[in-house]
């Protein structure tokens, strides 16, 4: 079964508002991964944050984790339209042989 | 310029042929994974190479088989074995997958219909 779950599954806002995207997942891990995916396109990594890190941020990105709950937020701030896409969360954990698992995403639009 | 490429971009094939797609990197990394995807779904890992002439099952090999007799290169052949092959299907590479503390690099993709 997928280690990481996404919520909500589609995010509608308007522009300028800020966005949060929340991942879940089941076993222990040692990282947590978010992507991003256009439509129809390859993903693109945004920001990596360890298990012994709580927050990290990149740009208009925040990323928090809390491993005693097993989970993380993605946190867009003022947002645009063009950051509408899908985004994804993989964990990484030793379970899995340090592969990274996917998450179903979260489909994010921003309306202009 | 540096990346990972995939060809072609779409491909059409018919029931019980077999298929396959390019994966090329010029990253000069050593993992190189291939993932399905599925419309509203996540990734899922089919194979997975950590170097060269090494390669391991991922979470749904069944009807997919790979080689990796270059480091720049990892082909996936979708056999006729393969139910239903009719996917999106990513190809990635990251400097290395003995630990998955590293991002994974992406291609722009292979969608495959089979009619």
């Known amino acids: 079964s997928q280690q990481g779950e996404e919520d909500p599954q589609a995010l509608s806002i308007q522009e300028g508002e800020n966005a949060t995207m929340n991942c879940s997942y089941k076993t222990s891990i040692n990282n947590l991964q978010w992507y991003r995916q256009n439509s129809g396109r390859g993903l693109v990594h945004l920001i990596l944050i360890r298990s012994n890190e709580r927050e990290k941020h990149s740009g208009r990105l925040r990323v928090t984790l809390d491993t005693s709950k097993k989970s993380s937020s993605l946190l867009i701030t003022a947002s645009r339209a063009a950051d509408t896409a899908s985004y994804f969360c993989a964990t990484g954990a030793m379970e899995y042989g340090n592969k990274l698992v996917f998450g179903a995403g979260t489909i994010l639009r921003v309306k202009s | 310029d540096g990346g990972i490429t995939q060809s072609p971009k779409y491909l059409f094939r018919k029931e019980g042929q077999n298929v396959t797609l390019s994966c090329e990197q010029n990253l000069n990394h050593d993992a190189m994974y291939w993932y399905r995807q599925d419309p509203g779904q996540g990734l899922r890992l089919i194979y997975y190479s950590q170097i060269v002439n090494d390669f391991q099952k991922g979470d749904i090999a069944e009807g997919y088989s790979v080689s990796r007799e270059k480091k720049e290169s990892f082909p996936l052949t979708v056999t006729s074995a393969q139910k239903n092959p009719t996917a999106f299907y990513l190809c990635?590479?990251?400097?290395?997958?003995?630990?998955?503390?590293?991002?994974?690099?992406f291609g722009p993709g292979t969608r495959l219909t089979v009619t």
């Open positions: 990635a590479s990251s400097i290395s997958s003995g630990r998955s503390e590293y991002e994974q690099y």
